[in-house]
Structure formats: structure tokens, C-alpha cells
């Protein structure tokens, strides 16, 4: 069944599109900041982290940008897939080994 | 490897009884988090498990218990059930020190009436 908010931001996408998932966070001392996609009925699934001392890392197919002067996240998809249609959240964990979500982004692929 | 794994997937409990969810990380992962899923609050943790012991712990009221067994099993223990407890509770395993790549279950979706 549904698990996230019902009234996210919604982002829609053509199929083979790029697509950029923006997210602002508030604390600086965090030591990574993950992405996690949840499809509807399942748990979150991690996706890809950054270091708090890098501004950039790419995965298989997705980039995560960090700009720490505005304290600003993205991800980015290339080539998006309907299988990528699911909710996004940014995460960021330091210290205390607990993980500070985002509200998330759905984003939705249309074919 | 097998997933995180959640017991049971649904419950429905009645305001003021109590209810233990189970949660079997992947094997080898050591570290157990618990996090309340809600549509109004998002995703919010609620505590850590790593070799039975809790690490940390989010500003959720002493309703909110949990342990963690040898074997690294979790449960999660809610007393004396309100209705805003209604969510969905996932827990997630991690097998490095660091903390962020963490695997979740499918969850368990409580309500309470």
C-alpha cells in the first residue's frame, strides 16, 4: 500500500529524459548524504551517498551534486526509465548514525 | 544474501493495547535502525541496535521500546497504542561503520483504531 506523503512535489519526466532531483538540507555537520528511492508498498532503497568532503559522485546512471555553500543536494538520472517512477528522498547522517530524511520528490516517468 | 525481512507486514490494534514488530537484518549486518513512516511527518528514526545494545535514539516518548538479540534480530515494542502511532514501521540493516548505506525491509503498516 502507500507509504509516503500524498502531496509531494511531483516531478515528470519523459522516458529517455534526464532527470534532476533537487533537495536543501540544514545541517552542515553531516557526515554523508544518501539518496534513497521508495516504490509504492516497498521500503526505501538506497541509491548513492557522497562524502560530505566531495562535491560530486556518479553511480550507474545517477550523479549526486553537493554544494555546500548553499546547502544543496541533487541527483541526477540519465536516460530515465519508467522503472525510475518512484518517490526520492535525500538523507543526510553524521555523528549520531541516524539517518534525517527529506519530506521527498515523486518522480514520475511518462512513457 | 536475503534481504531485511519484516513480521508481520500488516497489523491492526485497538488504542491502548500493545504491539511487538520483528525485524532480521541481513546477514552480517551487526547495526539495526527503526524509523516511523507517516504521510504528515515523513520518514522520522526512532533508534539504533548494534550488538544488542542502543546506540542512539530519536525524540520519540519511552512508549517506544526495542531490543536486539544476539543473532542481531530486532523488536520493536509500542505500549499503551495511540492513534497517531498509525505508520508504517521500517527497520534497516547496515554492515559498515559509517551508517549511510542502509538496506530497509518492506516494513510493517500498523493501524491503530
Known amino acids: 500500500g502507500e507509504s509516503v506523503g500524498l502531496h509531494l512535489p511531483t516531478l515528470s519526466v519523459q522516458e529517455g529524459d534526464n532527470s534532476i532531483i533537487n533537495c536543501a538540507y540544514s545541517?552542515?555537520?553531516?557526515?554523508?548524504f544518501i539518496w534513497y528511492k521508495q516504490e509504492s508498498g516497498k521500503g526505501p532503497q538506497f541509491i548513492i551517498d557522497?562524502?560530505?568532503?566531495?562535491d560530486k559522485r556518479q553511480g550507474q546512471r545517477v550523479t549526486v551534486l553537493l554544494n555546500k555553500t548553499v546547502k544543496h543536494l541533487s541527483l541526477q538520472i540519465a536516460a530515465t526509465q519508467p522503472g525510475d517512477s518512484a518517490v526520492y528522498f535525500c538523507a543526510e547522517i553524521g555523528g549520531r548514525r541516524a539517518l534525517t530524511f527529506g519530506s521527498g520528490t515523486r518522480l514520475q516517468v511518462q512513457p | 544474501k536475503a534481504g531485511v525481512t519484516q513480521t508481520p507486514r500488516y497489523l491492526i490494534k485497538t488504542r491502548g493495547q500493545q504491539v511487538t514488530l520483528s525485524c532480521s537484518p541481513i546477514?552480517?549486518?551487526?547495526?539495526v535502525s527503526w524509523y516511523q513512516q507517516t504521510p504528515g511527518q515523513g520518514l522520522q528514526f526512532l533508534f539504533e541496535y548494534f550488538s544488542e545494545t542502543q546506540r542512539n535514539k530519536g525524540n520519540f516518548p519511552g512508549r517506544f521500546s526495542g531490543r536486539q538479540f544476539s543473532n542481531s534480530r530486532s523488536e520493536m515494542n509500542v505500549s499503551t497504542l495511540e492513534l497517531g502511532d498509525s505508520a508504517l514501521y521500517l527497520c534497516?540493516?547496515?554492515?559498515?561503520?559509517?551508517?549511510?548505506?542502509?538496506?530497509f525491509g518492506p516494513g510493517t503498516r500498523l493501524t491503530v483504531t
Open positions: 534497516a540493516s547496515s554492515g559498515t561503520e559509517r551508517g549511510s548505506e542502509q538496506y
Open positions: 546477514s552480517g549486518h551487526r547495526s
Open positions: 545541517n552542515s555537520a553531516s557526515d554523508y
Open positions: 557522497i562524502r560530505s568532503n566531495m
